[in-house]
């Protein structure tokens, strides 16, 4: 059984830059699709940057060209660079793991079945 944890998270002031981990043990996940996921307080959780099992990626619109995940299979780590934060970047991000269902990975939560317990970011303005 796969198990993640992140880490990574903290505050940071509008313009800085963070850089999550997800360490992911138990089973490898290379033939797993993984994600980054995020949640505000009063807001549903909401996809932030997927990857398949080789390497194509799909970010939301709003963190393109900021945020950038990769995963390193030989370490079994997701990792998500996040550059330009802005005060609305500010939530939980949770880390998530699933089995492929089609050729491309979605941004849909209900896609992952395994998840971490969440790294908090804070970007103040």
């Known amino acids: 059984q796969v198990q993640l944890v992140e880490s990574g998270g903290g505050s940071v002031q509008a313009g800085g830059s963070l850089r999550l981990s997800c360490a992911a043990s138990?089973?490898?996940?290379?033939?797993?699709?993984m994600g980054w996921f995020r949640q505000a307080p009063g807001k549903e959780r909401e996809g932030v940057a997927v990857?398949?099992?080789?390497?194509?990626?799909n970010h939301e619109d709003s963190v393109k060209g900021r945020f950038t995940i990769s995963r390193d299979n030989a370490k079994n780590t997701l990792y998500l660079q996040m550059n330009s934060l802005k005060a609305e970047d500010t939530a939980m991000y949770y880390c998530?793991?699933?089995?492929?269902?089609?050729?491309?990975?979605?941004?849909?939560?209900?896609?992952?079945?395994?998840w971490g317990q969440g790294t908090q970011v804070t970007v103040s303005s």
């Open positions: 138990g089973s490898t996940v290379t033939h797993y699709y």
């Open positions: 998530a793991a699933g089995r492929p269902l089609m050729p491309w990975a979605r941004l849909v939560p209900s896609d992952y079945n395994v």
């Open positions: 990857i398949n099992t080789v390497g194509n990626t």
